[in-house]
Nanobody, 122 residues
Framework: QVQLVESGGGLVQAGGSLRLSCAAS????????MAWFRQAPGKEREFVLG??????RYADSVKGRFTISRDNAKNTMYLQMNSLKPEDTAVYYC?????????????????WGQGTQVTVSS
């Protein structure tokens, strides 16, 4: 069983930056596929970016602005968000799965955090 806890959300002005963290329990963190999803009000949860072994993938909407990284020694994944836009406003969730590969659909992930709110004001 893996438990995920996000932190780092908040309110920021357009053009600003935030860094989200996702702390994971479990001794096999380094082998897990990890991803960030987000859900804006009235919209479906969508894939933002993720990493699985030698694969990293970004949604087109965040390419060049968001970066994913992970510190396996700390069992923590990070989402660095720069040049934030009002349309980035959403609840951000980290997700994990034991299998290799980077699907962009929710049901492929086994573990989820509780989410952290990111609000970007114009």
């Amino acid at each position: 069983q893996v438990q995920l806890v996000e932190s780092g959300g908040g309110l920021v002005q357009a053009g600003g930056s935030l860094r989200l963290s996702c702390a994971a329990s479990g001794r096999t963190f380094r082998s897990y596929t990890m991803a960030w999803f987000r859900q804006a009000p009235g919209k479906e949860r969508e894939f933002v970016l993720g990493t699985s072994s030698d694969i990293t993938r970004y949604a087109d909407s965040v390419k060049g602005r968001f970066t994913i990284s992970r510190d396996n020694a700390k069992n923590t994944m990070y989402l660095q968000m720069n040049s934030l836009k009002p349309e980035d406003t959403a609840v951000y969730y980290c997700a994990a799965r034991a299998l290799y590969g980077l699907p962009e659909v929710q049901h492929a992930y086994d573990y989820w955090g509780q989410g952290t709110q990111v609000t970007v004001s114009s």
